[in-house]
Each structure stands twice: as C-alpha cells, then as structure tokens.
C-alpha cells in the first residue's frame, strides 16, 4: 500500500510595527521616562530629609535616655543630666550635651558628649518655642537647650541658662529645594517629626 501526502502551501504576510507607530511608542516612553527622572531627584532629597529628621529626633531621645539614667559622664559624674543643644550661629550642627559644668540647665563649650555636623546643603532653618500655656509661639530663637533629668522623662526647655521653662519645642530642618520638615518637643518627654 502507497500513502501519497498532497502538500498543501499556506502563504501568510506577516506584519510589523510601522514607523509612525514605533514614533508614537518611543515618544511616550520618552515623555514618562522625563516625568519620572523629574521627580525621582525631588523624592530623593525628601526622604534625605526626613532621614536627617529621624536623626536628630533620635539624639534628643538619645539624651533623653541618658539622661533619665545611670550614664557615666568623664571619669567619675553620674548625676548630671543630657540634653541636645541647637544655635542659629551654626545651622549645620547640634550638640549632644551633659550639663556637668555648673548644672545650670544649658549648654556650655566644655560639655560636649557628640557633635553632629549635617551635610549635602540641610541645615536646621529655624528654632521655636511655646511659652508655658500660651497658644501662640515665638520662632527666630538663637539658641534652643533640651534638657533630660533624671528621674523623670520631662523634657526642660529652654532658651538661656536660668531663663524660663517653655512647653514646647519645634526644630525645623530646610533642604535645598526649599522642603522642610519639623522635630517637635513637647514638655512631657514626647518627641515627635513632622
């Protein structure tokens, strides 16, 4: 027996994109490749900041840690309490501090415990405290100590050694691009970004 197979040819055009199409396509990527790459620098630097926020936050409550605790200071001081200090002369640190000279609730030059330098164009823009009870606020503060005490988590706020306690405390951190973000202080110990 013989089998005998018909070939059957089947012709089929097969078609591609056009130039205009392959235009159009490359063009839209282009346009949301560009929107893109536009914002991606912009949420860079937001989320620099509000790192450098979270950092300094963390400090305050660093020192609110040692303060409120056993935490040696030198050789031989256990009973001094830590605060973090914040001058308008120099944006660009803040200081870690135990207040071991004279224990007059302030910074003073020889009690540094860290100092922190903050780069890449952020720099702690301005300074504002509450007055006990007020509503209101007054920024523009020159100098700004965050104190720690032990035994309690209290935060004492202050502007100048033997000055008055304030509420509150608000520390704004300024980018570049003109973004800000905000560490606030209040007086019962809770510290806060925002």
Not at 16 to 27: H, K
Not at 90 to 110: C, K, R, V
Not at 120 to 149: E, K, M, Q
Not at 171 to 183: F, L, T
Request: with cysteine; aromatic share 10%; proline share 3%.
């Amino acid at each position: 027996m013989v089998f005998h197979s018909a070939r059957h040819r089947v012709t089929t055009t097969v078609r591609g994109f056009t130039l205009i199409e392959l235009m159009v396509v490359s063009a839209i990527f282009v346009i949301l490749s560009a929107v893109v790459l536009a914002n991606h620098g912009r949420f860079g630097n937001l989320i620099v900041l509000q790192n450098l926020a979270h950092e300094i936050a963390l400090s305050i409550r660093q020192a609110q840690v040692y303060g409120i605790s056993v935490q040696r200071y030198g050789a031989d001081e256990f009973d001094v309490g830590y605060g973090v200090y914040f001058t308008s002369a120099q944006p660009n640190t803040y200081f870690l501090f135990a207040d071991a000279i004279g224990s007059n609730g302030t910074y003073d030059g020889g009690e540094t415990v860290r100092s922190t330098q903050i780069a890449g164009g952020y720099v702690i823009d301005d300074l504002c405290v509450w007055p006990n009870g007020g509503a209101s606020y007054t920024c523009g503060v020159t100098d700004l100590h965050i104190l720690f005490v032990r035994p309690e988590p209290d935060a004492l706020i202050r502007t100048v050694a033997g000055g008055p306690l304030y509420d509150r405390a608000r520390i704004d951190v300024k980018a570049n691009s003109g973004d800000e973000v905000s560490i606030v202080v209040e007086r019962s110990g809770q510290i806060s970004v925002q």
